[in-house]
């Protein structure tokens, strides 16, 4: 039952001719918090759906009924959904861009719904650190690593003794801080980390990741690596039977962190000298045209831009406009696309390479047939338009 509920929980409805969707009973509105109708019902428009707030000459929303209506919420977000009567409407999953539920978005949705409201969490994700070590601090913050005492609360049966030390029982506290072997890491790191009294490692990560935390994004970082690296250890204790000596693993991590330093962010000058090659052997196909998305202000209006370069680089041309969109960077840009294909159609081009700063979109382009978003009537649109313009394509470009 429980399950039930986190499913439905991210089930939201995909309008396309809006003959299906109950206005007050179903979850429509591009609200990842609150995707109900919240104006009170009006009792003559019981049963009312979707398709009624259309307007049957433009197919497009019927502004004035709407503001007579709804709260100015709800007209907000009712105008910046897209329209499509070609499409039934359909059940899609929030929490996936492609619309579809997996056991890995659910426990996603699991997680985010137990994270408590901090500042941590957003720290976390601002940090310059190795996406596997993010995965592991929201993992750990959200108390699902899987210490011994967490398998136990999940009915596992097992002894809670640490593998590490084998003195007292696991948690995570103990096995990434407290614990004799954790200690003499930090010990020999000598890092700036808080006192750790206590087993509430939420409380301890506030210290030093919250936003009263003096320390620098460069030690935050470094700590966060130490974290990983020490329950890693512990992994291979459980496993391999091997514990690395707090020496070696001090070398390792010291190592690792210069290397990410140096590897792992900022720019890369052969990367960008590859990129310019790429352009120049894909411009000799004919027109190049760059194309952004973007949002602006508190209402988050959505906006776009293009533009056309000969093969030499001379200017074709520019534009840019309004776009109606609700918030979804991957929806904008998809539309942005869209808009900029729409225009070359029309001016008679062909033989286009479209270039976007959006990889995920390149990718979605090859799969657009499994997308039950909102965002699937858009690149079913980009493909129609670049199959009706031989030698165009769409590519990514930082």
């Known amino acids: ?58 197919g497009a929303w019927n502004s004035n009924l709407i503001q007579q209506i709804f709260n100015a919420r709800d007209a907000s977000l009712i105008n910046k959904l897209p329209l499509n009567d070609t499409y039934d409407d359909l059940w899609y999953w929030e929490g996936d861009i492609s619309g579809n539920y997996s056991v890995r978005c659910g426990y996603r949705r699991l997680g985010d719904a137990m994270a408590p409201n901090s500042q941590v969490w957003s720290s976390v994700w601002k940090l310059k650190i190795p996406p596997n070590w993010k995965n592991f601090m929201w993992i750990t913050l959200s ?31 103990h096995v990434l801080v407290s ?15 808080p006192p750790f009294n206590g087993n509430n490692f939420l409380f301890w990560a506030e210290l030093w ?27 291979s204790a459980v496993w391999n039977g091997y514990l690395p000596t707090p020496t070696a693993l001090c070398c390792r991590l010291s190592s690792s962190w210069a290397a990410w330093k140096v590897y792992g962010t900022g720019p890369r000058s052969p990367q960008v000298q590859r990129q310019s090659g790429l352009h120049a052997n894909q411009m000799q196909n004919g027109l190049a045209c760059y194309v952004d998305a973007a949002f602006h202000n508190n209402h988050q209006n959505a906006t776009y831009g293009f533009l056309v370069m000969e093969e ?45 700063d959006s990889a995920v979109l390149v990718t979605s382009l090859s799969n657009a047939h499994c997308f039950r978003s909102y965002i699937g009537f858009v690149l079913d649109s980009c493909i129609r338009l670049i199959s009706s313009m031989p030698g165009t394509l769409v590519t990514h470009v930082r």
């Open 1 to 58: 039952m429980a399950s039930q509920g986190l499913v439905r929980s991210g089930c939201r409805r995909r309008i396309g001719n809006g003959r299906t969707t109950q206005i007050w009973a179903h979850p429509w509105l591009p609200d990842s918090q609150d995707p109900y109708v919240s104006t009170e019902q009006p009792a003559p428009n019981q049963g009312m759906v979707v398709a009624d707030l259309v307007d049957d000459a433009t």
């Open 143 to 173: 108390n699902i690593l899987p210490t011994l005492d967490n398998l136990i609360k999940k009915r596992v049966d097992l002894v809670n003794v640490c593998p590490v030390c084998g003195l007292v029982e696991e948690n995570v506290m």
């Open 179 to 193: 614990c004799t072997y954790g200690s003499l890491v930090w010990n020999r790191l000598q890092l700036p980390i």
């Open 209 to 235: 990741l919250g936003g009263a935390s003096a320390l620098d994004c460069d030690v935050r970082g470094r700590i966060c690596g130490v974290l990983h690296g020490i329950w890693s250890a512990r992994n």
């Open 312 to 356: 030499d680089g001379s200017y074709v041309a520019v534009a840019n406009g309004p776009m109606v969109c609700p918030y979804d960077p991957l929806m904008a840009e998809a539309m942005a696309v869209s808009e900029a294909l729409s225009w070359l159609k029309n001016n008679g081009y062909t033989a286009v390479t479209l270039f976007t």
